[in-house]
């Protein structure tokens, strides 16, 4: 037995409180969406954790009403139990989610849904993560998520200097595995040539803002993982997701489908095009940008209809955690940290479901 220095709690990990979602993550998540989700089909997905895909799942019994996009979209899951999923649980969107793991909190919400969670007779959720990871690797439509730093041609990593940050199981998630798998829409609308030889690929979209808190950049012109792996005598950068896996990159500017590009120039280009004032995003002019626009390789909200005055917090099917929180309003597990602007503002959602949560009607 380790005696620790100090005490230690299972905390929840993928929990965000709606109440730091800012317009830019709604903006963003209205792209995705309407530019990636119903343009490609998606129907089995796994998200990354953050405020941007957290947004994306509060605005699919809301905006993806408004769309018509039920039953088309977001219908399989692998991904661990986000309590911002349970608007779109209990609105008829998710048929299906395995997980990787559990979320504190989150139990009884899960007892309570066995339609939707893998559960044993008990009740208690059977998550697998070697089976979840299989799944994510090999069988969804896509993976999207966000990180730290982005190159000119969409490499990713998490680690800068003086910040070693964890990848999760991006790498894993965010790549194509490549080999013969089931043809899904979203897969074979990955081809881009007419090949009878061709395959489809798995989408995997980074999705970040073009600047990072403090005024840092997001895009850079070489990562900062670069300089660590010399330091530190690694043979490999430490790379998240490498580029030529990336098919869309997705920011408050816009989408590049990066899986369109027909050269490693266009590729850069298509990059910049929705880098904003970043320098690599101020490397390209605005005349190739309006080509790419027009070809239809890049777009701007604009360009989907989208006018960035409706991304607004009124959209989300919920506002705060009391907006998904049924029961008493003393929960100590899940309200002893909740203030604004802490990020682990934690839930209770123990009985959301049974209690009544209900959400609010979408903007007219």
């Known amino acids: 037995m380790v005696v620790a220095d100090k005490p230690f709690f299972i905390e929840p990990l993928f929990t965000r409180d709606p109440r730091l979602i800012k317009q830019e993550h709604i903006l963003m998540a209205m792209m995705a969406i309407k530019g990636i989700y119903a343009e490609h089909q998606v129907q089995s997905l796994n998200h990354g954790i953050g405020f941007n895909t957290a947004a994306i799942e509060l605005l699919l019994p809301t905006y993806g ?26 609105s008829g969107w998710v048929e299906s989610v395995h997980c990787f793991g559990g979320e504190l909190g989150m139990e009884e919400y899960i007892r309570a849904r066995p339609d939707i969670f893998f559960t044993g007779p008990d009740g208690s959720m059977r998550s697998n993560r070697a089976f979840c ?35 999760g199981g991006a790498p894993n998630m965010g790549h194509d595995p490549h080999g013969r798998r089931h043809a899904t829409p979203a897969w074979l609308n990955m ?18 803002e073009t600047f990072q808190a403090g005024v840092k950049p997001t895009f850079v012109e070489t990562l900062d993982a670069v300089e660590v792996a010399k330091t530190s005598g690694m043979p490999l950068a430490p790379v998240m997701i490498y580029g030529d896996d990336v098919t869309h990159v997705l920011t408050e500017e816009g989408i590049a489908y990066l899986y369109r590009a027909e050269s490693l120039e266009e590729r850069r280009a298509m990059v910049a095009a929705v880098a904003g004032i970043t320098d690599i995003g101020l490397g390209v002019d605005a005349k190739r940008v309006a080509a790419l626009r027009q070809s239809g390789k890049v777009v701007y909200p604009e360009d989907l209809g989208i006018r960035r005055s409706d991304a607004t917090r009124s959209l989300l099917a919920a506002g705060s955690i009391a907006d998904w929180w049924s029961g008493p309003t003393d929960c100590t597990t899940h309200r002893q940290n909740s203030g604004a602007g802490n990020e682990k503002s934690l839930p209770c959602t123990q009985k959301a479901a049974s209690a009544g949560w209900r959400i609010p009607p979408a903007p007219v």
Not at 66 to 90: F, M
Not at 144 to 166: F, M, P, Y
Request: charged share 20%; glycine share 10%.
């Open 191 to 208: 081809i881009t040539e007419p090949d009878p030889m061709q395959r489809g690929k798995k989408l995997v979209v980074q999705m970040v």
């Open 65 to 90: 009403e408004q769309l018509g996009l039920k039953g088309k979209i977001c219908k399989h899951w692998t991904l661990n139990p986000h309590p911002t999923l349970i608007p779109a649980i209990e």
């Open 133 to 167: 990871q299989l799944a994510g690797q090999y069988a969804v439509d896509m993976f999207i998520g966000s990180t730290l730093q982005v190159d000119g041609l969409a490499n990713s990593s998490t680690v800068t200097r003086g910040r070693l940050s964890g990848f």
